[in-house]
């Protein structure tokens, strides 16, 4: 946040591609400078914010106390204060404003601006050298030795190859995308399995129908073969009567 506040209008020129911030060595700790490049989103953001800047910072120089001039031609015209601020409001409103607690119980944000750059470089060196990444960071131990090896033009090149991977609102896009996606494919699948439900519900009663069928045809059967029995049984009985009525039968037969 430091050196971002030390940095002039003239430091920035939106019209490169990538955009590029030259650094001046009096805003770094090292007192060396350096480039840096931002994200085609935070162009968006920044050239969004140059549009209202100058009414911005005559506003606070109305309500100021202590002299703030208009001629302050820093991009963010405010202090360090004021800028830790704005970040603690925008992570509440983000809702991750936890803490954790250290030193005798004292309470630090889990979420700090020291954030952005691990995310940068964790980002970042998925697709492109380590020791690029970490000059792009401003690591003061492979600023020479990457400035030796590699042209602005190669260092720009290796940005735009990895910017993809720090894109915040264009990555929320495409899960919001895959979201719907999903919800989409769900729904598609409950409406089929709210169709084998039915069908199975269907297939059950014609299933029951049939089992109470053949219960029934069962049944059927059974008497149907009692009587049979019986009758072949009557039928014996009655020729073993009449045989013995009519011993003269078997003889004649």
Not at 128 to 156: C, I
């Amino acid at each position: 946040i430091g050196e971002a506040l030390k940095l002039q209008i003239e430091d920035v020129d939106l019209t490169s591609e990538p955009p590029r911030i030259n650094i001046r060595g009096e805003y770094t700790k090292t007192g060396n400078p350096r480039i840096a490049f931002i994200s085609s989103e935070a162009k968006e953001f920044l050239e969004e914010w140059l549009k209202i800047r100058e009414s911005e910072l005559n506003i606070a120089v109305k309500r100021s106390r202590h002299g703030k001039k208009a001629e302050d031609r820093r991009i963010w015209p405010f202090e360090p204060n004021t800028a830790y601020f704005i970040w603690r409001n925008a992570v509440s409103k983000s809702g991750f404003d936890k803490r954790f607690q250290y030193n005798n119980n004292l309470e630090r944000f889990t979420v700090h601006p020291h954030v952005l750059r691990k995310f940068f470089r964790t980002r970042m060196a998925t697709v492109v050298p380590v020791d690029v990444v970490e000059a792009l960071m401003g690591h003061e131990g492979y600023l020479t030795e990457v400035y030796r090896r590699y042209s602005l033009e190669d260092l720009a090149k290796y940005y735009k190859q990895g910017e993809h991977t720090l894109l915040v609102f264009a990555e929320s896009e495409n899960v919001s995308r895959l979201r719907a996606e999903i919800e989409e494919r769900n729904r598609q699948l409950q409406a089929l399995i709210n169709g084998l439900v039915a069908e199975n519900m269907d297939l059950k009663a014609k299933i029951n129908a049939l089992e109470g069928q053949l219960a029934e045809l069962t049944e059927k059967w059974r008497m149907l073969d009692q009587t049979t029995r019986q009758l072949v049984e009557d039928q014996v009985r009655f020729i073993k009567i009449m045989r013995e009525k009519h011993p003269e039968w078997v003889a004649e037969a």
